[in-house]
T-cell receptor, first 116, second 115 residues
Framework: DTGVSQNPRHKITKRGQNVTFRCDPI?????LYWYRQTLGQGPEFLTY????????KSRLLSDRFSAERPKGSFSTLEIQRTEQGDSAMYLC??????????????FGPGTRLTVT | GENVEQHPSTLSVQEGDSAVIKCTYS??????FPWYKQELGKGPQLIID?????GEKKDQRIAVTLNKTAKHFSLHITETQPEDSAVYFC??????????????FGKGTHLIIQP
């Protein structure tokens, strides 16, 4: 257990519905990242935050994807109007932004999304 | 953008033997290369990493080597044990100066330890 938690662990939804996932990073980490992992592939970077500021969002897969980190602690990832192609594992990671280990990203267990 | 290639996709070794997984990256400005182990149903676990100012790093049975000139890095596991069976991913940090901070991952190696 890395200390990064994600909820829910599994989500089944019907096509066209909206879903929201939550990530709680390691408490002293101020960088937070979202990745998507499809079957048989490595994680794919989506977006990241430094405290509450979203510093990169051009790699979000479409405008149906959005993320927030309102108080610089937990973060949410929302997918609107889900499609079957959104079925994947959504992973969150966190890292410190200073010190000797500031490059190290620690991942949570992920949220498995199934769109039917 | 950065591209990371990983080989082999599957590796089967006898318990007690060594395993080697290799990765290449495309952008010479990349400066950080972690390795992750992922077990079924779990998130990736950071097992070792190396920065571009170091050629080799070792942690007990696990070692990583980096060749900046050739732009490749490798994971070495010695005295393999059944609990080493998992999918291993290499990654490269986005090159600095691009405005984003994240990792590009390889496609993974399924390591199977045969008893």
């Amino acid at each position: 257990d890395t200390g990064v938690s994600q909820n829910p662990r599994h989500k089944i939804t019907k096509r066209g519905q909206n879903v929201t996932f939550r990530c709680d990073p390691i408490s002293e980490h101020n960088r937070l990242y979202w990745y998507r992992q499809t079957l048989g592939q490595g994680p794919e970077f989506l977006t990241y935050f430094q405290n509450e500021a979203q510093l990169e969002k051009s790699r979000l897969l479409s405008d149906r994807f959005s993320a927030e980190r309102p108080k610089g602690s937990f973060s949410t990832l929302e997918i609107q109007r889900t499609e079957q192609g959104d079925s994947a594992m959504y992973l969150c990671a966190s890292s410190p932004s200073s010190g000797t280990s500031w490059y190290e990203q620690y991942f949570g267990p992920g949220t498995r999304l199934t769109v039917t | 953008g950065e591209n990371v290639e990983q080989h082999p996709s599957t590796l089967s070794v006898q318990e007690g033997d060594s395993a080697v997984i290799k990765c290449t990256y495309s952008d010479s400005a990349s400066n950080y290369f972690p390795w992750y182990k992922q077990e079924l149903g779990k998130g990736p676990q950071l097992i070792i990493d190396i920065r571009s100012n170091v050629g080799e790093k070792k942690d007990q049975r696990i070692a990583v080597t980096l060749n900046k000139t050739a732009k490749h890095f490798s994971l070495h596991i010695t005295e393999t044990q059944p609990e080493d069976s998992a999918v291993y991913f290499c990654a490269a940090r986005f090159p600095p100066g691009g405005g984003a901070d994240g990792l590009t991952f390889g496609k993974g190696t399924h390591l199977i330890i045969q008893p």
